[in-house]
Structures are given as structure tokens and as C-alpha cells.
T-cell receptor, first 115, second 114 residues
């Protein structure tokens, strides 16, 4: 069975601090896909990144970076120099090749960035 | 930029009533999905749909639920006889190919069952 664990329920930081959101996944499939979505207070789900299991390269997009480590089954997300607009719930999700795209979500981490 | 749209944004209904939630996926997408999120909890997969039939469904998606693509643009989720525990945010998503591709989500429909 597949599972995604986001152990941090809530994180609070002050603006301009760096923050890392942890994600640990479980699957026996060798081909899988990992995602991060952002859910701002308005409620929609905003896609941030997709990573497949064969690509362990870290990725940076502006203030966002992602660290994928298969050895520890982790796909962590770092926001550098956080801003108030980063305040949201962040979900990590997993999809395995056998399924028809069924996304398995973690419980989410609520990030509050205070001015 | 193309986006998934959902109507209504908020639906209030009485227990036992039927509701239909509507979604318009991104036009060139082939896979469609419904997820739900009970308030304060994680997002849960309900069903995926491809080529006019259900591809996969979760345990949540019981006989009370059905999906349909009634025309070339809409994708609907019907709940036949709503229960209090059906109160949740329902998200529609679509993707171009399927499990190998990214799902883009609509803004959600908040369903409140009284």
C-alpha cells in the first residue's frame, strides 16, 4: 500500500526565514511520481512540482527548492526567504504507475508566515 | 491559461437530497478525477474517469456516487441521497495523459449537508 506522511502539522515562521516542509512516502512500486500542492486560505489546490522516481535531481524554482532522496524515501520542500503570501497548507502527494493517476495525499502542513 | 472550473462554488442541501456537482476540465485533457476534502483533513481520491468509463475508484466511492460526462465539456459527480458526512470540499481535476501527467485542480465545490 502507498502512504504519504507529513509529520509537521503546523509551522510558524517570521518573514524572511527559510523553512523546510518534510514529506516521507511509502511504496513498493519502482515507478512513481511525487507532487507538492499549495492550498491557500481561499481553498484551491495549486500545483507546484512533479517529480518521477527516476529523477533524483534537486530542483530550484525561485525561492522554492525540492530535495528528493530515494534512500530515505523523502521529498522535502524548502522555501527560502519566506513571505506572508506563502502562508498556506502544503500537501505532498504520491501517484504510482499502476494506478490511473490516483493521487495519495499527505495530511498537509499548515505554514504561517508572520510579518 | 486554461483552467478547470467547477460549479457551484457552494452547495447547501438537506440530508437525503440528490446533488450534482459540475466540472469543466481543461479542454485537451483526457483523464478526469474527483477528490474530496473533509474540513481540516487531507484530500482523498474518489474516482478517475477515462474514455467514458470509470478507471479506478476508492472505497469512499460507493453506490451513492456516480460520475458522468454528459457532453463534450462537462464532468459531473452525483450523490444520490446525501448524508451529513458527505459535507466536504469536492475537487475536480484533469490531466492530459493519466498517471504520468500532472493533475490540475478546480477551485472546488463546498458541499454542506444539513
Amino acid at each position: 500500500a502507498q502512504k504519504v506522511t507529513q509529520a509537521q502539522t503546523e509551522i510558524s515562521v517570521v518573514e524572511k526565514e527559510d523553512v523546510t516542509l518534510d514529506c516521507v512516502y511509502e511504496t513498493r512500486d519502482t515507478t512513481y511520481y511525487l507532487f507538492w500542492y499549495k492550498q491557500p486560505p481561499s481553498g484551491e489546490l495549486v500545483f507546484l512540482i512533479r517529480r518521477n522516481s527516476f529523477d533524483e535531481q534537486n530542483e530550484i524554482s525561485g525561492r522554492y527548492s525540492w530535495n528528493f532522496q530515494k534512500s530515505t524515501s523523502s521529498f522535502n520542500f524548502t522555501i527560502t526567504a519566506s513571505q506572508v503570501v506563502d502562508s498556506a497548507v502544503y500537501f505532498c502527494a504520491l501517484s504510482v504507475r499502476r494506478s490511473q493517476g490516483n493521487l495519495i495525499f499527505g495530511k498537509g502542513t499548515k505554514l504561517s508566515v508572520k510579518p | 491559461e486554461p483552467e478547470v472550473t467547477q460549479t457551484p462554488s457552494h452547495q447547501v442541501t438537506q440530508m437525503g437530497q440528490e446533488v450534482i456537482l459540475r466540472c469543466v476540465p481543461i479542454s485537451n485533457h483526457l483523464y478526469f478525477y474527483w477528490y474530496r476534502q473533509i474540513l481540516g483533513q487531507k484530500v482523498e481520491f474518489l474516482v478517475s474517469f477515462y474514455n467514458n468509463e470509470i478507471s479506478e475508484k476508492s472505497e469512499i466511492f460507493d453506490d451513492q456516487f456516480s460520475v458522468e460526462r454528459p457532453d463534450g465539456s462537462n464532468f459531473t459527480l452525483k450523490i444520490r441521497s446525501t448524508k451529513l458526512e458527505d459535507s466536504a470540499m469536492y475537487f475536480c481535476a484533469s490531466s492530459e495523459v493519466g498517471q504520468t501527467d500532472t493533475q490540475y485542480f478546480g477551485p472546488g465545490t463546498r458541499l454542506t449537508v444539513l
